[in-house]
Nanobody, 115 residues
Framework: QVQLVESGGGSVQAGGSLRLSCTAH????????MAWDRQAAGKPREWVSA???????TYAGSVKGRFTISKDKAKDTVYLQMNSLKPEDTGTYSC?????????WGQGTQVTVSS
């Protein structure tokens, strides 16, 4: 089965950093765009960032300048480096494919930022 598995979440203080990972299992992401979303408790899911097959990156306005998305093609892993974290960044972060032969998404990893 095709799977995406996120890791790297945790609890940090405001101003801290975390690096999330999203690793593909059962398929390659070489021909896939990859995106990160997040969902705060009681709120709708929100798009955070994306990286295209050629490495073009985009960010939601709320995270630009603080978050960086990247990809290690050899490891079929996408990362989200999160710096200068704010309490409003708290939520469940999940990854998914787009423009991809495979439709896949992960279960998410929890990020909690305390003030």
């Amino acid at each position: 089965q095709v799977q995406l598995v996120e890791s790297g979440g945790g609890s940090v203080q405001a101003g801290g950093s975390l690096r999330l990972s999203c690793t593909a299992h059962g398929f390659t992401t070489n021909n896939c765009g990859m995106a990160w979303d997040r969902q705060a408790a009681g709120k709708p899911r929100e798009w955070v960032s994306a990286i295209s097959t050629d490495g073009y990156t985009t960010y939601a306005g709320s995270v630009k300048g603080r978050f960086t998305i990247s990809k290690d093609k050899a490891k079929d892993t996408v990362y989200l480096q999160m710096n200068s974290l704010k309490p409003e960044d708290t939520g469940t972060y999940s990854c998914r494919t787009f423009n991809c032969p495979y439709a896949a998404w992960g279960q998410g990893t929890q990020v909690t930022v305390s003030s």
